[in-house]
């Protein structure tokens, strides 16, 4: 059983800056990827940043450049340092361990409750 529990959203004004937090517990090793996704009111999840056991790490084209992630594996915790934020990025922001399924890297069944990142203009 993992448990993802994310922290750190807020409302902030556009141009400002947020760091989530996602500490995972359970039984998952720390070498597993580790992802953050959001979901905006009506939309559906996306994945936002990637980042892998040795911090190779991926973006979404609509954070690169504003966005970074990163992880402690002695902690189990993962980060998004949010900057330059926009409208746009306002959604419920989640982590999740990244497994592999013989084809593909994708994030476990279950999700922890979400932090709330709201973007005034």
């Known amino acids: 059983q993992v448990q993802l529990v994310e922290s750190g959203g807020g409302l902030v004004q556009a141009g400002g800056s947020l760091r989530l937090s996602c500490v995972v517990s359970?039984?998952?090793?720390?070498?597993?990827?580790m992802a953050w996704y959001r979901q905006a009111p009506g939309k559906q999840r996306e994945l936002v940043a990637s980042i892998n056991r040795v911090g190779t790490t991926d973006y979404a084209d609509s954070v690169k450049g504003r966005f970074i992630i990163s992880r402690d594996n002695a902690k189990n915790t993962v980060y998004l340092q949010m900057n330059s934020l926009k409208p746009d990025d306002t959604a419920v922001y989640y982590c999740?361990?990244?497994?592999?399924?013989?084809?593909?890297?994708?994030?476990?069944?279950?999700w922890g409750q979400g932090t709330q990142v709201t973007i005034s203009s």
């Open positions: 359970g039984s998952i090793s720390s070498i597993n990827p």
């Open positions: 999740n361990v990244l497994v592999h399924n013989g084809a593909r890297w994708s994030p476990l069944p279950s």
